[in-house]
């Protein structure tokens, strides 16, 4: 990706500053063997100044490094850098840079002292929609972000895509806002620019508030586990699938627990769960016995309501049958199973 030493070239920038200036840039951008960076408030505290003399010792340490001999001498590492950039897609949070670019951990802090004083690099600090972001390119990056929130308009609150179906989506976006088609690792980097959408450990994409996406407990990642599977678990097998999904440890009855207090799940049979939004209805077999006959409209043989009922709960025919001598049902003269009226 680049072909320098990020702190070779620091090194070199640094040399020709007062010795002040030197260690204000080394403390603030963490440039030490260490790697700690340090606040302006505790450089000034070191130095009985302000922190604002602090940050004016910086920025004029830096256009004075702009203005060095070292600087332009080193004029093809900025281009190396803005072609790593421009390969990453021109618009690049920081933390993939801090992946992509360096060759070792220890350059991070050295990448991003050349990104702040090299003059081809603008970024922009985190916001309540986006990451903290490098660009080179001013139009491109409005561009980026205008899709981004976009695709979070046009995401609802409880879809989940595949990777695939987000690209797709996000590519579409970007079409709108006048930006030509990138291949998928591009967009991938742009997608995780936005503190709006995002993906769960299952690689499925969609709001971040979603409990679908940002995933905080037990309850989720049963959520997940029963998704992925696609038809209903019992609870212990629930626990199991968190476990060997995601290396959570799950024990069976706080499974159970958590499951009953969550309507995202319904119980079909004795510890039996299913998402609710596959269409099964809560409540006992009596009350599913009542939604069957609401929706026909009419009444039912008993074998046909068997049938149905059994659709939507994991129970033997007998009990259903039981179920059908309640009050709340009657036969027809022609044996068949209808409501009762209300009086």
């Known amino acids: 990706m680049i072909t320098f030493s990020p702190r070779v070239v620091t090194k070199e920038l640094l040399v020709e500053l007062p010795d002040r200036s030197r260690k204000v840039l080394v403390d603030r951008f963490g440039l030490s063997l260490s790697g700690e960076s340090r606040t302006l408030d ?3 505290k070191e130095y009985g100044i302000t922190r604002e003399r602090i940050r004016q010792i910086e920025n004029h340490s830096i256009t004075t490094i702009r203005q060095a001999d070292s600087y332009t001498k080193h004029m093809s590492v900025w281009d190396n850098l803005k072609q790593a950039l421009h390969t990453l897609g021109g618009v690049v949070a920081e933390d993939v840079i801090f992946v992509e670019i360096p060759k070792m951990p220890v350059d991070r802090n050295h990448v991003a002292f050349l990104l702040t004083v090299g003059h081809h690099f603008n970024d922009v600090r985190e916001d309540v929609d986006f990451k903290r972001r490098w660009h080179i390119d001013e139009q491109l990056a409005r ?108 024990h069976p009855a706080t499974t159970h627990n958590e499951l009953i207090k969550d309507n995202r799940f319904v119980l079909v049979g004795r510890g039996l769960y299913a998402l609710k939004e596959w269409g099964y209805a809560p409540g006992i077999v009596k009350d599913v016995i009542v939604g069957v006959l609401l929706r026909e409209g009419g009444a039912l043989d008993r074998s046909e309501i068997v049938e149905r009922v059994k659709r939507e709960r994991y129970v033997k025919d007998a009990t259903i049958v039981v179920n059908l001598q309640s009050n709340m049902f009657m036969r027809t003269p022609e044996g068949k199973y209808a409501l009762r009226a209300k009086k």
């Open 143 to 250: 561009q980026v972000e205008r899709a981004l929130m976009a695709l979070y308009k046009e995401t609802a609150i409880d879809t989940l895509m595949s990777e695939a179906e987000c690209i797709t989506l996000f590519d579409k976006m970007l079409k709108q806002e006048g930006v030509k088609t990138r291949d998928s690792d591009v967009l991938l980097r742009w997608l995780a620019i936005s503190k709006r959408i995002g993906k769960n450990p299952l690689g499925e994409w969609g709001r971040v508030e979603s409990p679908h996406v940002r995933v905080k407990n037990t309850r989720d990642f049963a959520y997940l586990t029963l998704k992925r599977h696609g038809s209903p678990m019992h609870f212990s097998e629930v626990a199991g699938g968190i476990k060997k999904l995601f290396g959570r440890e799950a």
């Open 42 to 44: 505790a450089i000034g």
